[in-house]
């Protein structure tokens, strides 16, 4: 499990996702629901506010709506590449802490319930604005 973790953890820090790097955002929203959503039978919604991707799961009856954002603060080129200090413990990234890192925990847990044949009355919506203060969650909750 450490090596899947890792390795997609790997995958998702290396995404530039920041407020100037739209192109990074979209691509990573794709690599979530090509990774970890191509099981889901509730419709997959993607779209763009402001100029920012987000992507919805959203299923017809939830009983939770997870939230969860994919953008980072812009840092050096290094910074999108994970780091792994065996002897701290640690890994480092872009994104491990705020909240590249905590989604991954929830994206495998809904990947194994899926895989297992489970149908999670969840929604999902992962935008790609918070770090700016953006629009997406205010605009999809007056929708």
């Given at each position: 499990?450490?090596?899947?973790?890792?390795?997609?953890?790997?995958?998702?820090?290396?995404?530039?996702?920041?407020?100037?790097?739209?192109?990074?955002?979209?691509?990573?929203?794709h690599w979530i629901a090509r990774s970890f959503l191509s099981l889901a039978e509730a419709p997959i919604r993607e779209g763009e506010i402001d100029g920012s991707p987000y992507l919805l799961v959203d299923h017809p009856a939830p009983s939770l709506?997870?939230?969860?954002?994919?953008?980072?603060?812009?840092?050096?080129?290094?910074?999108?590449?994970?780091?792994?200090?065996?002897?701290?413990?640690?890994?480092?990234?872009?994104?491990?802490?705020?909240?590249?890192?905590?989604?991954?925990?929830?994206?495998?847990?809904?990947?194994?319930?899926?895989?297992?044949?489970?149908?999670?009355?969840?929604?999902?919506?992962?935008?790609?604005?918070?770090?700016?203060?953006?629009?997406?969650?205010?605009?999809?909750?007056?929708?």
């Open positions: 499990m450490r090596d899947l973790l890792l390795d997609r953890l790997r995958t998702f820090i290396s995404f530039e996702s920041t407020d100037k790097h739209p192109d990074q955002k979209k691509q990573c929203l709506l997870w939230f969860a954002h994919i953008d980072v603060v812009p840092g050096n080129p290094e910074q999108f590449t994970l780091s792994i200090r065996d002897d701290e413990g640690k890994v480092y990234g872009r994104g491990v802490k705020d909240m590249k890192g905590a989604a991954l925990c929830f994206l495998l847990a809904y990947e194994e319930a899926l895989q297992s044949g489970k149908k999670p009355r969840i929604s999902l919506l992962l935008s790609s604005d918070e770090e700016i203060g953006g629009q997406t969650i205010p605009t999809l909750l007056e929708a």
